[in-house]
């Protein structure tokens, strides 16, 4: 069945640092790719997808590369602010029907520091 | 954006009594929600789908007469934990698709705290 691996956490940075939160999966087929993030008291949002093999998905300067020969969704941002301090979720889900469900990893925290 | 709104926030209750949570889509039709179980420091756990108008497609052991669903319209979902004990205690959480366009995203509800005594 699919599933979703992500690093342990939790990731506590400075401001203006580099993050790196890795990901990689298993799956049949070829599934969309997805990072979500849950800031305190909210829910989840989409934070930034990808749905075929070297796709690259990036918002608010965050930027995850589909990379089906090492079955990785990377998130990556060059300079991490305090308010990106959330719970990042790594998932990946089929496009329609059958397919849609979700698959969520486990979550990591980051938290920056100023 | 589409926003999808959950009621209660948080909720205490006894023993042996129902609890009902709602979901809603305030500004688009869901043709589908999902609700989903998270424990501490878990990932989801997708409990059951479910489409306007019919019955709930329920994940494998999920007990469908413990966690009743019904979504009566397009808008509205709501789940109620039958009989509640405090191994359900959670955090309840709903999302609501679309079914707009090729990549059908799916929105988040905040989430409901069940905490049961």
């Known amino acids: 069945g699919n599933s979703v691996t992500q690093m342990e956490g939790p990731v506590t940075l400075s401001e203006e640092a580099f993050l790196t939160i890795n990901c990689t999966y298993t799956a049949t087929g070829y599934p969309s790719l997805f990072w979500y993030v849950q800031y305190p008291g909210e829910g989840l949002q989409l934070l930034l997808k990808?749905?075929?093999?070297?796709d690259k998905g990036s918002n608010k300067g965050f930027e995850a590369t589909y990379r089906k020969e090492t079955t990785s969704f990377h998130l990556e941002k060059g300079s991490v602010q305090v308010s990106d301090s959330a719970v990042y979720f790594c998932a990946l889900g089929g496009v329609t029907g059958a397919n849609s469900k979700l698959t969520f990893g486990k979550g990591i925290t980051l938290s920056v520091r100023p | 954006g589409a926003v999808v709104s959950q009621h209660p926030s948080w909720v205490i209750c006894k023993s042996g009594t129902s609890v009902k949570i709602e979901c809603r889509s305030l500004?688009?039709?869901?043709?589908?929600m999902f609700w989903y179980r998270q424990f501490p420091k878990q990932s989801l756990m997708l409990m059951a789908t479910?489409?306007?108008?019919?019955?709930?497609?329920?994940e494998q052991g999920v007990e469908k007469d413990k966690f009743l669903i019904n979504h009566a319209s397009l808008t509205l979902s709501t789940l109620t934990v039958t009989s509640a004990h405090p191994e359900d205690s959670s955090f309840y959480i709903c999302s609501a698709r679309d079914g707009a366009g090729v990549l059908e995203t799916q929105y988040f509800g905040p989430g409901t705290r069940l905490l049961v005594l």
């Open positions: 500004d688009f039709q869901a043709t589908t």
């Open positions: 479910s489409n306007e108008g019919s019955k709930a497609t329920y």
């Open positions: 990808a749905t075929k093999a070297d």
